[in-house]
């Protein structure tokens, strides 16, 4: 599916990745509210970039920038209606080309029971880092991954 991957733009996208998100796993099993959602893709210290295609958000990426872990991906959604055409693996690797302006690392943490997230970061060649328990909720672990391009020691940064 033909997507374009650009920054949120409005209230309205914010919105759309909001409900979006909170109507989809591991947000549900996580407990997350549309207002927990809302809150999280709204927040100004990260950036949201949507995948549009026929006019509407098709998923979406949120990224951290800043702190322990520059270059974190917060969370990838794509539509339930859009899944399986390659969004999710077209959104990673946009964030990828994004933070590697800024970093040489890549890191993420996906749930132990989304299954297929596991199977599509694996398959983009991010590695196992280690396992954090009971990280967001009780009995659900939160899996730590990382992908590098190099150590900060020799990064330079294009930004």
């Known amino acids: 599916m033909p997507v374009t991957i650009v920054p949120a733009r409005d209230a309205a996208d914010h919105e759309a990745c909001a409900r979006m998100m909170a109507a989809s796993e591991p947000w549900i099993t996580l407990g997350r509210s549309y207002e927990r959602c809302l809150a999280a893709v709204s927040d100004p210290s990260r ?18 920038m800043k702190g322990q872990l520059p270059g974190y991906i917060t969370s990838v959604c794509v539509a339930a209606s859009a899944r399986g055409a390659g969004i999710g693996s077209q959104l990673v690797t946009y ?22 997230a596991l199977r599509l970061y694996e398959r983009l060649g991010f590695e196992y880092v280690g396992t954090l328990r009971n990280f967001l909720v009780d009995g659900r672990d939160e899996l730590l991954y990382r992908k590098s391009i190099g150590p900060w020691s020799s990064f ?4």
């Open 47 to 64: 950036e949201l970039h949507v995948a549009r295609a026929n006019a509407g958000v098709a998923g979406f990426i949120l990224l951290t």
């Open 95 to 116: 964030a990828e080309q994004r933070i590697h302006r800024e970093s040489p690392n890549v890191f993420l943490c996906v749930s132990s029971f989304n299954t297929g």
């Open 156 to 159: 330079v940064p294009s930004a």
